[in-house]
């Protein structure tokens, strides 16, 4: 057992959709430092988890915990302020903008003094600081729809960096990438756990993540139906859990 505090803690959680009962009674945790695998097929209530705690849902009834806090994550907004960034399979990117654009879109740096003048010297830097970090062959002045899939993903990352994520929320970071570009990802995650941020990662293809998750968590029809660490299971075990539960 994990004595230290988590980071982010859910008690009881509950999601109504009308008559549809999404999330049924979810208690999960995550710790700053590790990396947590939510799996489970369509329907199974891993993205309707994610809405909630990256602010774009309300949840019906439980609670939510940040730091040992308990809190009301109302927005996206409010949870980037608490340290939440979600990285979407969309990747919620702006493809006509440039890769400097997207990292501050919404959060642009200013200059001291009553004008708010862009210090676009500043971003620059910053942008080009954390895109080294995290091995980008990009230019920060070039627009993202020349970016590759993976490289999309990693401008989205560098914003997390950027902006002192505690939580990185990956929705199917892998989705559609080549075999090139999941392992660019990967290595974005193995950063992120480095640097002590908490990943949790939104998937159903085990095998392709399985070599960065610390710890996985099934759901199914909005149920956590097991949890198992990287070091008991293997991938072939948590199909076949799947396919168990959920038949």
Known sequence: MNE????????????????????RGVNIEVYSGEVLALVGDNGAGKSTFVKIISGVERKTSGKIFWKGKETEITSIEQARNLGIETVYQEQALAPQLTVLQNIFLGRPWTKFGPLKVLDNKK??????RVIDELGLNIQVDQE???CSGGEQQGVAVARALLFKAGLVILDEPTRALSATG???ILEFIRGLKRQGIAVIIVSHVFPQIFPVTDRFIILSRGEVIAEKRAEETSSEDLTRIVIEKTA
Do not use: C, D, N
Not at 4 to 17: A, C, G, I, Q, V
């Open 182 to 184: 999941v392992e660019r």
């Open 4 to 23: 230290k505090m988590p980071l982010l803690r859910t008690e009881s959680l509950h999601k109504w959709y009308g008559k549809i009962h999404a999330l």
């Open 144 to 146: 993202v729809r020349f």
């Open 123 to 128: 971003m620059a830097q910053a942008a080009r």
